[in-house]
C-alpha cells in the first residue's frame, strides 16, 4: 500500500507553515493507522491462536478420557516385561498386599461412571479367616478392597442364572457396573483388580486383572474403532473350580451363533502329583471315559448358545489318569485343577 505526502517542496523556495502541518498530519494519520492495523493483527494472531489451542486442548482431554477405560486399571506397577499388570503381593500368605505408592509407582483406576481415582497407598487385608476359594478382588473409590467369592462377567446383556455377589461388567454404552443382590443387578462402582486363590487360610495364587481392557492390547497399544470393535470377538474366563457330575456356565459377549464360534478349555495344576507340576496347563477340550461302570466318565462336554457355554462334567472326582511323559500311573483330581474357557468368534 502506498501513502502520498500532500505537499512538495523545491528547492531554494519558502515553504508555507501551513503546508508543512499539513504534510506532519498527513504522516502522523498514516503513523496511527498502521499501529492500529498492527494491533488488529495481533488481536487477530492471539484469537487464531487461542482457538487453535481450545481445539487442541479439547482433543488432549478427549484422547485422555478414552485411554482411562471404563472400570480398569489405567495404570500401576509392571512386571518386569514393562506391560504385564503387577499390583498385587503375596510375600506374607496370611496377607492380601498391594504394590502400590512408595518404592512403587500409584495407581490410577477409572470406575463404571467414568470417575477417576489415583492411588498412593491401599491398606493390606488379612485373609486368614476367609474359607478357601477363588476370591475376586474390587477395589472402590473410596480406597476399600473387597473380596467376592463369585463370578465377574464381562458381557453386553445380563448374565443368566446369577448367584449373590456375582458382578457384571456391562461392555455396551454407556458402559456399567452392577452386582447381584440376590434379587436385582444394582449399580455398583467397584473395580477389578484380579483374584486370589485361598486355601486353607493362605494365599495359593494371586491373578492381576489386566489393564485398560477396553481401549488398549496386550502390547499397550491404543486401538483403533474398529479394532475395539473386535475386541468383542473373543472372550476369555477367569479360572473357576467346577465339581464332579456338575455344570457351570460362562457368560462371554460374542453374540453369535453357536457354529460361529470355536470353544477351547483349559485346566490349571493347583498341587503337585506326579509328573504334573503346580500352575501346569493342559487341554480338556474332549470328553472320554474308562468304563461303563459309575463314577468312571472322566471327560466334559460344552453345550453352547450365543452368549453363554455350559460345560459339563462326568461322574468322576477325577479329571484324568495320564501320567504325561511319566512312567506312572496317576490320577489328577478335579478339586486340585482350575478350569477356564476361551471363546473365539470364527473369521472364515
Not at 484469537?47 to 481450545?54: P, V
Not at 449373590?164 to 454404552?173: K, P, R, S, Y
Request: hydrophobic share 35%; charged share 20%.
Amino acid at each position: 500500500m502506498s501513502f502520498n505526502i500532500p505537499n512538495t517542496f523545491v528547492a531554494g523556495t519558502k515553504a508555507k507553515a501551513d503546508e508543512v502541518n499539513e504534510n506532519f498530519v498527513s504522516l502522523q494519520n498514516e503513523i496511527n493507522k498502521n499501529a492500529q492495523t498492527v494491533i488488529d493483527i495481533k488481536k487477530d494472531v492471539e484469537y487464531i491462536k487461542n482457538d487453535f489451542m481450545d481445539d487442541i486442548a479439547a482433543e488432549v482431554q478427549m484422547i485422555s478420557q478414552a485411554q482411562k477405560s471404563k472400570f480398569s486399571i489405567n495404570s500401576a506397577h509392571l512386571a518386569e516385561d514393562g506391560k504385564s499388570p503387577d499390583i498385587l503381593d503375596d510375600s506374607d500368605p496370611e496377607i492380601l498386599a498391594f504394590k502400590v505408592g512408595g518404592e512403587y509407582p500409584v495407581l490410577i483406576a477409572t470406575n463404571a461412571a467414568g470417575e477417576s481415582e489415583t492411588f498412593e497407598s491401599i491398606e493390606s487385608v488379612g485373609i486368614s479367616g476367609y474359607v478357601s476359594g477363588l476370591y475376586s478382588i474390587f477395589l472402590t473409590l473410596e480406597g476399600n478392597v473387597e473380596l467376592f467369592q463369585a463370578s465377574v462377567h464381562r458381557c453386553p446383556n445380563p448374565p443368566s442364572n446369577p448367584v449373590i455377589n456375582d458382578v457384571w461388567l456391562m461392555t455396551l454404552e454407556p458402559w456399567a457396573s452392577y452386582k447381584y443382590n440376590g434379587v436385582s443387578w444394582v449399580e455398583y462402582d467397584g473395580i477389578p483388580l484380579g483374584t486370589v486363590d485361598i486355601v486353607a487360610g493362605e494365599i495359593y495364587e494371586l491373578q492381576n486383572a489386566e489393564f485398560n481392557t477396553q481401549y488398549l492390547d496386550s502390547d499397550c497399544t491404543f486401538l483403533t474403532e474398529r479394532g475395539r470393535a473386535n475386541l468383542s470377538k473373543r472372550f476369555e474366563s477367569t479360572w473357576v473350580t467346577i465339581s464332579s457330575k456338575s455344570s457351570y456356565t460362562f457368560n462371554h459377549n460374542l453374540n453369535v451363533r453357536p457354529e460361529r464360534y470355536s470353544v477351547k478349555m483349559l485346566i490349571r495344576v493347583k498341587a503337585a502329583v506326579g509328573n504334573y507340576k503346580a500352575g501346569d496347563i493342559l487341554d480338556v477340550s474332549y470328553s472320554n471315559f474308562i468304563g461303563n461302570v459309575a463314577n468312571s466318565e472322566l471327560g466334559c462336554i460344552f453345550r453352547c448358545t450365543s452368549t453363554t457355554v455350559t460345560v459339563g462334567t462326568g461322574d468322576s472326582d477325577y479329571v484324568c489318569y495320564n501320567d504325561i511323559g511319566g512312567t506312572g500311573y496317576y490320577a489328577l483330581r478335579r478339586d486340585n485343577v482350575q478350569y477356564k474357557i476361551i471363546v473365539t468368534q470364527d473369521v472364515n
